[in-house]
């Protein structure tokens, strides 16, 4: 039944199906009352259990009658009251059946036609929120997922999504669970199991808290900087996904072309009062066209792809706002000191533009100075 709502989450299922393939399961859904009984129509109803598209119901002299209306020569189908019966799954019925077996608490909400929020907990020293994902097609599910750590109202360290089918690739995966959001299969024999186990094994990543000084904070005012997201770069490169950039509770990836505009908007806080580096065009230079960072793609293409990865770890801040642009600049918007890094993991990446970035970043920054707020934290 899952499997088809993924399809069409409003479906209805016919009680002469029910009761033919699933005989147990169906009496078993109704002593549960997992399942509503869906008013049947007497006139006008539609009928399309076997059929490649539904045929029209009407009422003749008592019985009832199936027709189809763009073929005329279709001989009408006679059926009894019985046959029309539907059921649909009740799906706050379904969340607290989940509830009772994973021990979760909570009031069920449907996010949308595709999320249903199920109950959540605190294990291990962590708050989890469980989902029901109902997803029909790839691209959608990862769409819906992503956007998962605002779309609920209230924090939540880790994200159990239980999906009938759909299942990510390593690679998706990985993002996703950078986000500390973690897809868990729906078990055919014991459907309101669910192994979560992933989630509490998964360590806790932690940025360290930063604070501004009065001095600081004046900079920020008059920088108008709109983040105070802290950023950790750590300098790893996993091979088959990418650059790891660590934020509060979630990892950002981002490949080598973004990462390496990330850098250079990094370099400019400390170039700079206000983090701006001029942007050029594809057609005059200058700018970071003439420093290359445009050589494969537009302008704002590259400022996209940079801004995507941080989506759903900015919360209260627009994409836009954190990659700022404005009369042809571009900037990082955020205060210096939100941005820390791994001078020895920077310097040894196997990027050679990476390298060189990261030793521009030092010599400008002068790390190892007294004081300097942006020390490797190995060092």
Not at 62 to 70: I, M, P, Q, V, Y
Not at 249 to 258: C, F, I, K, N
Not at 307 to 320: E, I, K
Request: charged letters at 30%.
């Amino acid at each position: 039944m899952l499997t088809r709502m993924e399809k069409s989450p409003s479906a209805v299922f016919y009680e002469k199906e029910l009761a033919e393939r699933f005989p147990n399961e169906f009496e078993q859904a109704k002593r549960e009352k997992l399942l509503r009984h869906v008013e049947t129509s007497l006139d006008g109803g539609s009928y399309a259990l076997g059929r490649s598209r539904p045929l029209t119901v009407v009422s003749v002299g008592g019985k009832f009658e199936a027709f189809d209306d763009e073929d005329p020569e279709f001989d009408p189908v006679e059926l009894a009251l019985a046959d029309l019966a539907r059921w649909r799954l009740d799906l706050e019925a379904l969340a607290k059946r989940f509830q009772q077996t994973n021990r979760l608490t909570g009031t069920p909400d449907t996010l949308d036609d595709r999320l249903l929020f199920i109950g959540g907990t605190a294990r291990d020293g962590l708050a989890l929120a469980f989902l029901l994902g109902l997803f029909h097609e790839h691209r959608s599910a990862l769409t819906h997922l992503r956007a998962l750590p605002s779309s609920l109202p209230s924090r939540h360290d880790r994200f159990v999504v239980a999906c009938p089918t759909f299942t990510p690739t390593p690679f998706e995966q990985r993002e996703l669970e950078s986000l500390n959001i973690f897809v868990v299969p729906v078990n055919e024999r014991d459907p309101f199991v669910l192994d979560f186990l992933d989630a509490l094994q998964k360590p806790v990543r932690r940025v360290p808290r930063v604070i501004l000084s009065d001095d600081e904070e004046g900079e920020f005012a008059a920088g108008r900087f709109k983040s105070r997201l802290p950023i950790h770069i750590t300098g790893r490169f996993e091979r088959r996904t990418g650059n790891v950039v660590e934020v509060p509770g979630a990892e950002v990836v981002l490949t080598d072309s973004p990462f390496e505009l990330f850098l250079r908007l990094v370099i400019a806080l400390h170039e700079s009062e206000d983090g701006f580096v001029r942007r050029g065009s594809m057609g005059s230079g200058g700018g970071l066209v003439a420093e290359g960072f445009y050589t494969e793609e537009s302008i704002d293409q590259a400022v996209s792809r940079l801004r995507t990865p941080f989506r759903a770890a900015l919360h209260d801040v627009a994409p836009t706002e954190f990659i700022e642009v404005r009369a042809g600049c571009v900037r990082l918007s955020t205060h210096r000191r939100y941005v820390t890094w791994d001078r020895e993991e920077l310097l040894r990446h196997p990027n050679k533009v990476v390298r060189e970035l990261a030793q521009r970043l030092l010599r400008t920054t002068k790390v190892g100075s007294s004081g300097s707020a942006l020390a490797s934290r190995s060092s």
